[in-house]
């Protein structure tokens, strides 16, 4: 079946600029998160959503980052005034609940590029 | 967060099998213990997990010690696409918990 998407899969923008990143999770899982992945390290949580609701943000680095799941499936991750800082693959993961033995299936990532 | 401590990188030679050792001397009676690998250019996809008993699949194996301060992920046979990096990640018990991941370990396999 259809895995995670996220588009675009890359994406290059100017310092001050506004960007969405968007995610199509596995279709039923109720379960969503984001993370941010710097070159040579593993992944970094930025926030959960369990439905429409954000259960955890505490990842979000500050508050030029924001995201949301209208819906309870699509999620948009939003970034205002882009910093070079900000250049990172950002990654989507969904799973059937958010239950400790539950997987985390991942998307392939966007590419962000901040110059 | 519990934290995990692995090698940074391994070898290993086309079809031998691989053992990928992982330390949680902090991991508390009720976390999972997760293995993520992550191809290039890809998001990381889901190895193996257990809690206490060794688990079997199509992918791996997973040896729990019986303190359960450290585990190993066992490939039986590496092949050149298991070259990736390898996560063990701690699931604790709080509901929706997300993954913290380290470094990992970066396997290379040579033909």
Known sequence: ?115 | DAKTTQPNSMESNEEEPVHLPCNHSTISGTDYIHWYRQLPSQGPEYVIHGLTSNVNNRMASLAIAEDRKSSTLILHRATLRDAAVYYCILRPDNYGQNFVFGPGTRLSVLP
């Open chain 1, 1 to 115: 079946g259809a895995g995670v998407s996220q588009t675009p899969s890359n994406k290059v923008t100017e310092k001050g600029k506004y960007v969405e990143l968007r995610c199509d999770p596995i279709s039923g899982h109720t379960a969503l998160y984001w993370y941010r992945q710097s070159l040579g390290q593993g992944p970094e949580f930025l926030i959960y959503f369990q439905g429409t609701g954000a259960a955890d943000d505490s990842g979000l680095p500050n508050d030029r980052f924001f995201a949301v799941r209208p819906e309870g499936s699509v999620s948009t991750l939003k970034i205002q005034r882009t910093e070079r800082g900000d250049s990172a693959v950002y990654l989507c993961a969904s799973s059937r609940s958010p239950g400790r033995q539950e997987t985390q299936y991942f998307g392939p990532g966007t590419r962000l590029l901040v110059l």
